[in-house]
C-alpha cells in the first residue's frame, strides 16, 4: 500500500523567504502528483500538479520531482503571511485509478 | 464557474443517531463526486467515489454509506453513528478519471459525542 511522508511536520518562515518542504512516496510507478493547502479547517485547493521527472512552476510555486529517489518537494517562493496554512501532497500510483493517497501534511508558518 | 456546496457547516450528534451530509456541484456536468474524511491531526482519506448518477464505490467504508440521487447531488449518511466518525468531511469533484485535479468544497465539522 503507498505511503506518503511528507516533511517537516511543521515550518516556521519569515516572510519573503523560501519555503521548502518535502513529500516521499513509496510506489515507484506513482505517476501523477499534486500540492494543496488547507487554510484552518477549509477545503484544500490545487496549488501545483506535477507528473513528469523536473520542475513545475506555478506563480510562486514550483513543484520538484524525482521519482527515482521517490521524492517530490514543493518551494514557496517569496511566502506571505497569507500563506500560512497545512500543505497537503497527493499522489496517485499507477494502477490506483481515481485513488489519491494525502500525505500527512506540513503546516506552515510565515511570519512578518 | 463552479461552484460546491457542503451543507451543513457543522454538526454535533449523539453516538447512535442518524447522519446525513451533502453536497451539491453546480455549472459542471457530470463531474466525478468524492467524499473525504479527515480525523483530528489524521491524513485525508478517501471514503467513497462516485462517476455517474447511482453509482457509487466504496474505497473506505467506516460504517458510512454513500449515494448520488442526481447528476450533481453526494450525500453521505449513516444510521448510527460511532464516536470514531468525528472529525472533518470533505466532498470534492473532479473532472474525470484521467485528470484527477480536485476541487473541495468547504467540508463539515462532525462532532459525536
Known amino acids: 500500500q503507498q505511503k506518503v511522508q511528507q516533511s517537516p511536520e511543521s515550518l516556521t518562515v519569515s516572510e519573503g523567504a523560501m519555503a521548502s518542504l518535502n513529500c516521499t512516496f513509496s510506489d515507484g510507478t506513482s505517476n501523477n502528483f499534486r500540492w494543496y493547502r488547507q487554510h484552518s479547517a477549509k477545503g484544500l485547493e490545487v496549488l501545483v500538479s506535477?507528473?513528469?521527472?523536473g520542475e513545475k512552476e506555478e506563480g510562486r510555486f514550483t513543484a520538484h520531482l524525482n521519482r527515482a529517489n521517490l521524492h517530490v518537494s514543493l518551494h514557496i517562493r517569496e511566502p506571505q503571511p497569507s500563506d500560512s496554512a497545512v500543505y497537503l501532497c497527493a499522489v496517485r500510483g499507477e494502477n490506483s485509478g481515481t485513488y489519491q493517497r494525502f500525505g500527512t501534511g506540513t503546516k506552515l508558518q510565515v511570519v512578518p | 464557474a463552479q461552484t460546491i456546496h457542503q451543507w451543513p457547516v457543522a454538526e454535533i450528534k449523539a453516538v447512535g443517531s442518524p447522519l446525513s451530509l451533502g453536497c451539491t456541484i453546480k455549472g459542471k456536468s457530470s463531474p466525478n463526486l468524492y467524499w473525504y474524511w479527515q480525523a483530528t491531526g489524521g491524513t485525508l482519506q478517501q471514503l467513497f467515489y462516485?462517476?455517474?448518477?447511482?453509482?457509487v464505490e466504496s474505497v473506505v467504508q467506516l460504517n458510512l454509506s454513500a449515494s448520488r440521487p442526481k447528476d450533481d447531488q453526494f450525500i453521505l449518511s449513516t444510521e448510527k453513528l460511532l464516536l470514531s466518525h468525528s472529525g472533518f468531511y470533505l466532498c470534492?469533484?473532479?473532472?474525470?478519471?484521467?485528470?484527477?485535479?480536485?476541487?473541495f468544497g468547504s467540508g463539515t465539522r462532525l462532532t459525536v459525542l
Open positions: 506535477i507528473f513528469s521527472d
Open positions: 462516485s462517476i455517474t448518477v447511482g453509482q
Open positions: 470534492a469533484w473532479s473532472l474525470g478519471a484521467s485528470a484527477e485535479t480536485l476541487y
